[in-house]
């Protein structure tokens, strides 16, 4: 069976749509580490907590949410914690899972993080769209994501998330 090839259109906005998870990625990155001292992946993770009922999600959900296998969430959550940005603990409604909560230092630390990191999305994404566009693009991702994550797992809001 012959593969449906792309059309010049699609190709190109393929293209387009590759090279941004290449350089978005990268640009919030490199701000982040600048002015923050945190990888992005770091400061989603912080978030995510800084969101959460009492700062509190379980590890499993964070990793689900995070696109990160348990090892990789573990060891960063292990850097986190030896700064004193967040703790582990077993969780208190299931003996086989363990629990992050943001500390007082990494609610400091995301406060103060949030302002130069929402100043790059905005200047790098939203100030190039008009408002119409910011609707398209949400439609868009959606009808993506639709069959990338039907469940919404990845766009679940923290408060939202199961305890």
């Known amino acids: 069976m012959e593969p449906r090839w792309l059309t010049d ?19 919030l ?12 992946f770091e400061y989603q993770v912080l978030a995510m907590l800084s969101e ?9 959900w964070l990793a689900q949410r995070t696109q990160a296998t348990l090892p990789r969430l573990s060891h960063v959550a292990r850097r986190l914690e030896e ?8 969780s208190q409604t299931d003996a086989r899972a363990t629990d992050a909560t943001l500390t007082d230092a990494g ?35 959606a009808a993506v994501l639709d069959r990338l994550d039907p469940e919404g797992h990845l766009t679940m ?3 939202e998330a199961p305890h």
């Open 9 to 27: 259109d699609e190709l190109t906005a393929w293209l387009r749509l590759i090279a941004l998870a290449e350089l978005l990625p990268s640009r």
């Open 29 to 40: 990155d490199a701000q982040l580490r600048r002015d923050s001292a945190l990888t992005h």
């Open 52 to 60: 959460a009922p009492e700062r509190t999600l379980r590890m499993s």
């Open 83 to 90: 700064r004193g940005l967040l703790v582990r603990r077993p």
């Open 107 to 141: 609610w400091e630390t995301i406060v103060a993080a949030a302002p130069g990191h929402v100043s790059l999305v905005r200047e790098e994404v939203f100030d190039a769209l008009t408002p119409e566009q910011v609707g398209q693009l949400s439609d868009i991702c």
């Open 157 to 159: 809001k923290a408060a």
